[in-house]
């Protein structure tokens, strides 16, 4: 998969990821690949044992950007990449795994909420390069971690068990994940991770008014979470869809690390 496919028509690499439950765990003698959440870019939110892993590691992959957060943490190779080159750097990530090597994958905050894509281009390298060494592939292991999800419902106080949590923060359709938006948005707090730079909050709040929402409900910017520029901008939807329209980094006032909150009523 991560090297064939189109997200528009399927197969996505999340379904993969999830196709069935990890097996039984036996970490020494399964030699997992690990896939870490390495939290919302601030070192303080890496877990103990997503470090341990990085540091154990003989080979690290990930997107640039996260792999810079982690790179004093371990002596291991690092194989970066971005959009582009993903495929290239997973397919050697494979090989080297199949060959013997010890490795392990990072991602942003926690794969549970945003990554079961890469989760599933992982898994799927790992496993093909194992065939075409005809060796027993390697099972990935998640571990799980600091969300920037988690850190939104402490700053915005949106109980998880009272808020509906929706991530637009991938490739593909998105319209039952809209839908999802649409139907809660009356009921439930919403927490959201916008997909740069088309579905961005000012978007969300626009399609939140056309399907009825309260133009008065509270809904919080939450950007850079963390990190030492954070901060939290405060609109009522109707304020916060002013921003609403196209598709491009300039097109909005928010960068791309951002959450957003919508709450009810108390």
């Keep these: 998969m991560s090297d064939e496919y189109d997200l528009g028509a399927g197969p996505d690499p999340a379904t993969f990821a999830a196709a069935a439950a990890e097996s039984d765990i036996d970490e020494e003698a399964d030699d997992p690949v690990y896939a870490v959440g390495v939290g919302p870019g601030n070192p303080e939110y890496l877990t103990p044992r997503g470090e341990r892993a990085i540091r154990e590691a003989d080979v690290v992959v990930g997107f640039t950007t996260v792999v810079e957060f982690v790179e004093d943490t371990t002596d291991a190779d690092l194989l970066t990449c971005g959009y582009r080159d993903e495929a290239e750097a997973l397919e050697e990530f494979g090989e080297r795994v199949a060959a013997g090597e010890s490795g ?19 898994q799927d390298a790992v496993e093909r390069e194992a065939r075409t060494r005809d060796v027993d592939p390697s099972p990935v292991r998640i571990v799980p971690g600091i969300s920037a999800i988690q850190l939104a419902a402490s700053r915005a106080r949106t109980p998880m068990e009272d808020t509906a949590f ?51 409900f509270e809904a919080l910017v939450l950007e850079k979470l963390t990190h030492e520029d954070e901060q939290v901008h405060r609109f009522t939807l109707a304020e916060l869809a002013a921003h609403a329209g196209g598709d491009g980094k300039d097109d909005t006032p928010f960068s791309d690390l951002v959450v957003l909150a919508v709450r009810q009523p108390v």
Excluded at 105 to 120: C, L, T
Excluded at 175 to 193: G, I, N, P, Y
Aim: aromatic letters at 6%; a negative charge.
């Design 104 to 122: 392990t994958a990072v991602a942003m905050g926690d794969p549970n909420h945003s990554g079961y894509q890469f989760v599933g281009k992982v």
């Design 166 to 216: 929706v991530t637009l923060h991938k490739s593909g359709d998105l319209e039952s994940d809209m839908d999802r938006l649409a139907a809660a948005v009356d009921d439930r707090h919403l927490l959201v991770l916008p997909r740069p730079y088309d579905r961005m909050p000012g978007d969300l709040a626009a399609f939140l008014l056309e399907a009825g929402a309260d133009p008065d």
